[in-house]
């Protein structure tokens, strides 16, 4: 079945830690997107890409940085200069274009030790 | 980029249509309306989207005004499984991100 696969499901990172979190499509999606999802609010669009190598920074990039280096694949990663970490991260992927919905995965669950 | 009021919360008997509505007054002329759910720790689901005609799939019916001001979202038998938050969300003018509000949390009760 085609989707999007994110891992892990729940992950832990020490003060001053990078980590990364994955994300892959079989989708044959060209756009993709993290957003990060506080507790009782809505999601933030971080980073997005709708080509390999190339991506754009959201609204709230500081403390993120991405990479484009496959099609299928967009993983994040959360630098230790994001002082407020712990949230819900959510990738999506989208045909290009104004009126292609984007399909999300299940997200990852990131917690401060 | 247009914004969307919803309501915080609705209930809905079991069975019973659930009607959801939102208000994008500001929408401009090539911004899309769409619509997705999110069920408690789990990525949103993407549920239908429309621009000016009304839009029905396997899951809901979009009603969307004649001025394009405002919408509503039909789901036309609630079970207890549509219980999640549903966004109403116009698509920004470049098409390549989604601006999501609070939504409205749809209780469906038996």
């Known amino acids: 079945d085609g989707g999007i696969t994110q891992s892990p499901k729940y992950l832990f990172r020490k003060e001053g830690q990078n980590v990364t979190l994955s994300c892959e499509q079989n989708l044959n999606h060209d756009a993709m997107y993290w957003y990060r999802q506080d507790p009782g609010q809505g999601l933030r669009l971080i980073y997005y890409?709708?080509?390999?190598?190339?991506?754009q920074k959201g609204d709230i990039a500081e403390g993120y940085s991405v990479s484009r280096e496959k099609k299928e694949s967009f993983p994040l990663t959360v630098t230790s200069a994001q002082k407020n970490p712990t949230a819900f991260y959510l990738c999506a992927s989208s045909s290009l274009g104004s009126n292609q919905p984007q399909h999300f995965g299940d997200g990852t669950r990131l917690s401060i030790l | 980029d247009a914004k969307t009021t919803q309501p915080p919360s609705m209930d809905c008997a079991e069975g019973r249509a659930a009607n959801l509505p939102c208000n994008h007054s500001?929408?401009?002329?090539?911004?899309?309306v769409y619509w997705y759910r999110q069920i408690h720790s789990q990525g949103p689901q993407y549920i239908i989207h429309?621009?000016?005609n009304n839009e029905t799939n396997e899951m809901a019916s979009l009603i969307i005004t004649e001025d394009r001001k405002s919408s509503t979202l039909i789901l036309p038998h609630a079970t207890l499984r549509d219980t999640a938050v549903y966004y109403c969300?116009?698509?920004?003018?470049?098409?390549?991100?989604?601006?999501f509000g609070k939504g409205t949390t749809l209780s469906v009760s038996s």
């Open positions: 890409s709708q080509i390999v190598n190339d991506f």
């Open positions: 429309g621009l000016k």
């Open positions: 969300i116009v698509s920004n003018q470049a098409g390549t991100a989604l601006i």
């Open positions: 500001t929408i401009s002329g090539n911004e899309y």
